[in-house]
């Protein structure tokens, strides 16, 4: 048992891919064979791990969830923003360059809506628990845009550690609701194809919660997707800490 938990200890990076294969295989199991797939195998997986990121963190008392604990300390490598941004851009290369042409303002209109519209819901939601500053109305509103953009923000303005929570896991909300409803709903609002998918990942702008959603939909769909996504990510990284939060300390 010691020689197998020294193992473990030098192949942790190893022992976290095996953890996080062995956690989707069995939620895309479960999905299939109990749920008939009415809710993607990926949403599971997500909500699984945030459960036990939150258990790791009890036992490890620690604030990175079960890397806290020594034997999974591969994760704290796993799920770092170095093979978050890898994920990101190798599953963006899938798409085509022409198609993304050809979406031209239809991407651009998709963009602006869907920052727009999430930020001004998590101002929203912030505005009702009670917050009335500006730097904790922007770090919530952009945590509404993705759980990315929502610790940028609140880092670049000087928010605190506990808003920044807030942000992040109102991102996280979101995500998981954009994976469970986006099969459920694509037929009703023709996501079928790349132009759809490109501007769905535009409005949306969670890369994970698009990319699980689409995959849980239409797999060809994925890199379409994900294209917006990322621009999504990256132009809320710009104007929110900046455009978004000049305005709201102006109106308030």
């Known amino acids: 048992m010691e020689e197998f938990v020294k193992i473990i200890d030098k192949n942790g990076l190893i022992v ?3 953890l996080v294969g062995l956690l989707t295989w069995l939620t895309d199991v479960f999905s299939k064979k109990i749920l008939q797939s009415k809710i993607p195998g990926s949403a599971i997986a997500i909500f699984l791990a945030l459960v036990f990121g939150y258990l790791g963190g009890v036992v490890g008392k620690g604030e990175n969830g079960l890397s806290d604990i020594g034997l999974f300390k591969g994760l704290a490598t796993l799920g770092g923003s170095m093979f978050r941004d890898f994920s990101i851009v190798a599953t963006a290369i ?24 999430f930020f001004l819901a998590g101002v929203a939601i912030a505005w009702a628990w009670g917050y009335r500053d500006a730097v904790s109305l922007c770090t ?7 759980y990315i953009v929502g610790p940028v923000t609140g880092g670049a303005i000087g928010a605190s550690s506990e808003v920044i929570a807030l942000s992040i896991g109102t991102g996280v909300v979101k995500t998981i609701a954009v994976t469970i409803l986006t099969p459920i709903l694509a037929p009703k609002i023709g996501l079928n194809n790349p132009g759809s998918a490109m501007a769905f990942g535009g409005i949306m702008g969670t890369s994970s919660g698009v990319a699980a959603g689409l995959a849980a939909t239409d797999p060809k769909l994925v ?19 900046s455009l978004f939060y000049l305005l709201l300390d102006w109106a308030l």
């Open 16 to 18: 976290a891919f095996i």
């Open 94 to 117: 899938g798409a085509s360059f022409l198609l993304i042409r050809k979406s031209g303002l239809l991407g651009l209109i998709s963009l602006i809506l869907g920052i727009g519209v």
């Open 223 to 241: 890199p379409y997707g994900a294209v917006t996504a990322t621009f999504y990510t990256g132009l809320g990284c710009l104007v929110c800490p």
């Open 140 to 146: 919530i509103g952009a945590g509404a845009c993705t």
